[in-house]
C-alpha cells in the first residue's frame, strides 16, 4: 500500500476499510543471513538499508517488546549536525541529508520538521569555541551562523537575556536542524523494512549467542534457537547487557535520562533552544506541548524511570533560561536507557568474534544519527568495510587512545 493525498481522500470516502498494517508479524525462520537484535530506531533502519540499498532479503530484526519502546520512542526529537570534530561531523551531516529525504525514501510521515536550533552563548569564551564549531561545520556542507544577542533576542523575546548569572550574548544556529516525531521515525522504517521482505519479530527476546570456533552461528531467544551467518546487535541502552551473553565487557555505560512534557501551549518557540550555561533544551510539539530535557541521572541503572533530584536540575535550568516556563503545567514525563561511551562517541564495528557485529555507544544524540547509523551499519554487515563517515567509530580506539571527545571532559561517561 503506498501513502498519498489521493488514498488519504479514497479511503475518507469509501469508509477507511482498504488501509492494511503497517507491517506482518511473522513466526521467526530457523535461519537468516542476517539478524539484527534489537527493534529500536537503529536496528530497523539497519534492516531497511540492508534490504533497500544492499539487496540483502534474508533479514530478520529481533525484538524484546514493541517497536518503539526503546529510546526511539522516548527522546525529546532533536535532529541536528552541529559537531565539530572530523570523526563526528561528516557522520552527523551525512544523517542530516538523509533525514531531509526520509519521509519520500519510506514513504511515510515521520514529520521531519527543519525549523532550527540555536545554541545560545554566554561567554566570550564559549562565543570563540562556538565560531570555531560553526567554522568545522560549514567546511562539512551543514551550514551555521553566528548570531548576536540582538537577532536572538528578535527570534526568541522570552528568554532571560539579563539573568545576572548566564546572561544571553548571542547564539550559533543551525537552520537545517529541527525535529522529527520519533514514533513516526520507527513505524516508517519498520513498513520500509518488512515491505522489502525484513521479518520484524516482536516479542523475541535474544537470550544468548552460539559461537564455535571464534563464529557466530545464530542467537538464542524467548522464541528458540534462530541461525544466522552474520548478527548485528543495535540494542542501545542494553549493549552491557546484551554484549556480555556474548563474553564481551563494553567501555559503555547505561544512565537514565528523562524527558518531559508540558501541558498543551499556543506557537511560542520557533524552533529548539539549548541553554548554553546548563543543560537544559527545549522545543515545541506540533500539539503545542514544551518538550525539554537535561542532565542525565548521575548513577548506572538499567531502569527506564527517572528520579526527582534530576527533574529539579532540569527545571531549574528552564527557569534560568525561560522564567515563563514556571507558569505552564508539566504534563508527562518517562525515562529511557542511555548506552553512554567513555568519550560521548558511538560504536559501529565489528566484533573479535567473526560475524558479530556492535552499533552502540550512542550516548543521548542517538536519535538524529538513526538514519546513518543504520545506513553505515547496513554498509559494515553487507560489505564487510565501514561506510566512509563511520570510519572513526571503532571499538578498539579506547586501547589506542584515539577517543573521539566531543566535550572534552576525558573518560567520564556521565559528563558527555
Ligand atoms: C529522554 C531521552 C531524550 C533523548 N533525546 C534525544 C534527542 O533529542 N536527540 C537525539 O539525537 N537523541 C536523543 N536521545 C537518544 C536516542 O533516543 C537514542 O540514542 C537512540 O534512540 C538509541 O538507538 P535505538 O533507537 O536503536 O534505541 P532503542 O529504541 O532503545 O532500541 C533498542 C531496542 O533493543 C531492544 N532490546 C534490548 N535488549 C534486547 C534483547 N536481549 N533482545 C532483543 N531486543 C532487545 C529494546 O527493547 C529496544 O527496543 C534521547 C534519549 C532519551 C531516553
Same mark, same amino acid.
Given at each position: 500500500?503506498?501513502?498519498?493525498g489521493?488514498?488519504?481522500?479514497?479511503?475518507? =470516502?469509501?469508509?477507511?476499510?482498504?488501509?492494511?498494517?503497517?507491517?506482518?508479524?511473522?513466526?521467526?525462520?530457523?535461519?537468516?543471513?542476517?539478524?539484527? #537484535?534489537?527493534?529500536g530506531?537503529?536496528?530497523?533502519?539497519?534492516?531497511?538499508y540492508?534490504?533497500?540499498?544492499?539487496?540483502?532479503?534474508?533479514v530478520?530484526?529481533?525484538?524484546?517488546?514493541?517497536l518503539?519502546?526503546?529510546?526511539?520512542?522516548?527522546?525529546?526529537?532533536?535532529?541536528?549536525?552541529?559537531?565539530?570534530?572530523?570523526?563526528? *561531523?561528516?557522520?552527523?551531516?551525512?544523517?542530516?541529508?538523509?533525514? *531531509?529525504n526520509?519521509? !519520500?525514501?519510506?514513504?511515510?510521515?515521520?514529520?521531519?520538521?527543519?525549523?532550527?536550533?540555536?545554541?545560545?552563548? +554566554?561567554?566570550?569564551?564559549?562565543?570563540?569555541?562556538?565560531?570555531?564549531?560553526?567554522?568545522?561545520?560549514?567546511?562539512a556542507?551543514?551550514?551555521?551562523?553566528?548570531?548576536?544577542?540582538?537577532?536572538?533576542?528578535?527570534?526568541?523575546?522570552f528568554?532571560?537575556?539579563?539573568?545576572?548569572r548566564?546572561?544571553?550574548?548571542?547564539?550559533?544556529?543551525?537552520?537545517?536542524?529541527?525535529?522529527?516525531? +520519533?514514533?513516526?521515525?520507527?513505524?516508517?522504517?519498520?513498513?520500509?523494512?518488512?515491505q522489502?521482505?525484513?521479518?520484524?519479530?516482536?516479542n523475541? *527476546?535474544?537470550?544468548?549467542?552460539?559461537? *564455535?570456533?571464534?563464529?557466530?552461528?545464530?542467537?538464542?531467544?524467548?522464541?528458540?534457537?534462530i541461525?544466522?551467518?552474520? #548478527?548485528?546487535?543495535? #540494542?542501545?541502552?542494553?549493549?552491557?547487557?546484551?554484549?556480555?551473553?556474548?563474553?564481551?565487557?563494553?567501555p559503555?555505560?547505561?544512565?537514565?535520562? !528523562?524527558?518531559?512534557?508540558?501541558?498543551?501551549?499556543?506557537?511560542?518557540?520557533?524552533g #529548539?533552544?539549548?541553554f548554553?550555561?546548563? +543543560?537544559?533544551?527545549?522545543?515545541?510539539?506540533?500539539?503545542?506541548? =514544551?518538550?525539554?530535557?537535561?542532565?542525565?541521572?548521575?548513577?548506572?541503572?538499567?531502569? !527506564?524511570?527517572?528520579?526527582?533530584?534530576?527533574?529539579?536540575?532540569?527545571?531549574?535550568?528552564?527557569?534560568? =533560561?525561560?522564567?515563563?516556563?514556571?507558569?505552564?503545567? =508539566?504534563?508527562?514525563?518517562?525515562?529511557?536507557?542511555?548506552?553512554?561511551?567513555?568519550?560521548?562517541?558511538?560504536?559501529?564495528?565489528?566484533? +573479535?568474534?567473526?560475524?558479530?557485529?556492535?552499533?552502540?555507544?550512542?550516548?543521548?544524540?542517538?536519535?538524529?544519527?538513526?538514519?546513518?547509523?543504520?545506513y553505515?551499519?547496513?554498509?559494515?554487515?553487507?560489505?564487510?568495510?565501514?561506510?566512509?563517515?563511520?570510519?572513526?567509530?571503532?571499538l578498539?580506539?579506547?586501547?589506542?587512545?584515539?577517543?573521539?571527545?566531543?566535550?572534552?571532559v576525558?573518560?567520564?561517561?556521565?559528563?558527555?
Amino acid at each position: 500500500m503506498k501513502f498519498s493525498g489521493f488514498k488519504v481522500v479514497k479511503e475518507a =470516502l469509501t469508509g477507511h476499510k482498504g488501509w492494511t498494517p503497517l507491517w506482518r508479524n511473522p513466526d521467526p525462520k530457523p535461519s537468516y543471513d542476517i539478524v539484527i #537484535v534489537g527493534g529500536g530506531g537503529h536496528g530497523l533502519a539497519t534492516a531497511f538499508y540492508l534490504a533497500k540499498t544492499f539487496g540483502e532479503l534474508k533479514v530478520a530484526v529481533l525484538e524484546k517488546g514493541w517497536l518503539g519502546s526503546g529510546n526511539i520512542g522516548r527522546n525529546t526529537t532533536i535532529i541536528r549536525s552541529n559537531y565539530l570534530l572530523p570523526g563526528n *561531523e561528516p557522520f552527523y551531516e551525512f544523517s542530516m541529508k538523509l533525514w *531531509e529525504n526520509l519521509e !519520500q525514501e519510506t514513504n511515510f510521515n515521520s514529520m521531519v520538521s527543519q525549523r532550527g536550533i540555536i545554541n545560545l552563548i +554566554h561567554t566570550d569564551g564559549q562565543r570563540d569555541a562556538y565560531r570555531r564549531r560553526g567554522n568545522a561545520m560549514m567546511l562539512a556542507g551543514a551550514g551555521a551562523r553566528l548570531l548576536s544577542r540582538d537577532e536572538v533576542k528578535e527570534m526568541v523575546p522570552f528568554l532571560n537575556f539579563d539573568n545576572a548569572r548566564f546572561p544571553i550574548k548571542g547564539g550559533l544556529m543551525q537552520e537545517r536542524a529541527g525535529t522529527a516525531r +520519533h514514533d513516526g521515525v520507527v513505524w516508517g522504517y519498520a513498513r520500509g523494512a518488512d515491505q522489502r521482505g525484513v521479518d520484524i519479530i516482536q516479542n523475541c *527476546e535474544v537470550t544468548g549467542f552460539k559461537i *564455535e570456533n571464534g563464529k557466530v552461528l545464530g542467537v538464542d531467544t524467548s522464541r528458540g534457537f534462530i541461525g544466522a551467518k552474520k #548478527v548485528g546487535v543495535a #540494542v542501545a541502552g542494553s549493549s552491557g547487557r546484551v554484549m556480555e551473553k556474548a563474553g564481551m565487557r563494553l567501555p559503555i555505560e547505561s544512565h537514565v535520562l !528523562q524527558a518531559f512534557v508540558s501541558e498543551g501551549l499556543k506557537p511560542t518557540i520557533p524552533g #529548539v533552544i539549548t541553554f548554553g550555561a546548563g +543543560h537544559f533544551y527545549v522545543s515545541q510539539s506540533d500539539k503545542g506541548g =514544551l518538550v525539554f530535557g537535561g542532565d542525565i541521572d548521575g548513577y548506572n541503572s538499567y531502569a !527506564q524511570r527517572g528520579n526527582l533530584p534530576v527533574v529539579e536540575d532540569v527545571l531549574e535550568g528552564g527557569m534560568a =533560561l525561560m522564567p515563563m516556563i514556571g507558569r505552564a503545567r =508539566l504534563l508527562r514525563s518517562w525515562g529511557g536507557i542511555m548506552d553512554m561511551s567513555m568519550d560521548g562517541s558511538p560504536i559501529i564495528d565489528r566484533t +573479535h568474534i567473526d560475524g558479530l557485529y556492535l552499533n552502540a555507544g550512542w550516548c543521548y544524540g542517538g536519535f538524529k544519527a538513526t538514519p546513518a547509523s543504520g545506513y553505515a551499519f547496513a554498509h559494515l554487515l553487507a560489505t564487510g568495510r565501514p561506510h566512509e563517515t563511520a570510519t572513526a567509530y571503532r571499538l578498539d580506539r579506547f586501547e589506542r587512545g584515539y577517543v573521539i571527545d566531543e566535550k572534552g571532559v576525558g573518560a567520564q561517561p556521565n559528563l558527555h
